[in-house]
């Protein structure tokens, strides 16, 4: 009976020592892993967000830049990291729902080992076509690639804008080349010099050559007009149906993470990205504010998990190494 008794005591001490820790949460500096290198898109948001992350939760928050691998160093960091809340993850898109379809030995799954905790952006992409070519809408480019096939062509930096891309083939019949470049600066002034016919892309990097003229919008992906940008219809207004999609940034924890945490941090990215100062600064970013809750964000991830995976394998498209 002693023995029992000891047992339930150390059991009631240990559970007590757990749930006070979540309620101290945090007491020690927090860390959130970034998949690229200082000054990218990414990194960028989390420097952002991060300092407003800190005076909410009243504790340093660090970024940690983990480049490499195509995103999968700084996932599998966090991943291996202990469920507590001090180590998150940037996560993005490209690798969260597309590198699952791409890579078939991914060494995480980002629904099994991942939590999330809430998006904190979006980035919504626009269809731009070169100034020059024969097309003032969707309907026209769609039609011209078809008659034109030998020029037609699309541009982009990697897997993220080689899927999009294919989407937008799947949805409307078009076909187009995809043409990789190794930045985004490289794939505008491709577009700009007619290198490119067209181009799906952040709305950030195509700002400058839309506003001097030499590239034309066609559409937003956005299932709404973008504010920045009022007289661009949206890819529905244009006649492309399901194509509402935006690239995101949000933040993750490990798997086994206390839901209590996870729900302390998602209160406070929804309340900072509702601040007047912050939406003015993702504004002149190019970037739309999120602030979703946690069941919000996984119900994203499964959606779009699967929805890679087929566009992934109808295009036949490969990983790039």
Sequence with gaps: MMGLRFVSLLASILVCGVAQAQDNYPTRPIRIVVGNAAGGGTDTIARLIGPKLSEKLGQPVIIENKPGGNN????????????????????TMGMLTINPALYPNLPYDTLRDLVPVSIICSYPMVLAVNANAPVKNVPELIAYTKANPDKANAGGTGSVYQVTTKLFEMRTGAKALFVTYR??????????????????????????????????ALAVTTDKRVPSWPDVPTMAEAGVKDMDLELWAGLLAPAGTPPA??????????????????????????????GSTSSEYKARLTKETGMWAEVVKAGGIKAEQ
């Design 261 to 290: 945490i996870v729900k302390k941090i998602q209160d406070a990215v929804m309340e900072i990205v509702r601040t007047d100062e912050m939406r003015e600064k993702m504004k002149n970013l190019e970037i739309l504010p999120v």
């Design 72 to 91: 999968i160093i700084a996932v599998q960091t966090v991943t291996k990291a202990p469920a507590d809340g001090y180590t998150l993850l940037a996560g």
């Design 183 to 216: 930045s985004h600066n490289d794939s505008m002034i491709g577009l700009m010099r007619g290198d490119t016919l067209m181009a799906l892309v952040d709305m950030a990097p195509a700002a400058g050559p839309l506003k001097d003229g030499r590239i034309r």
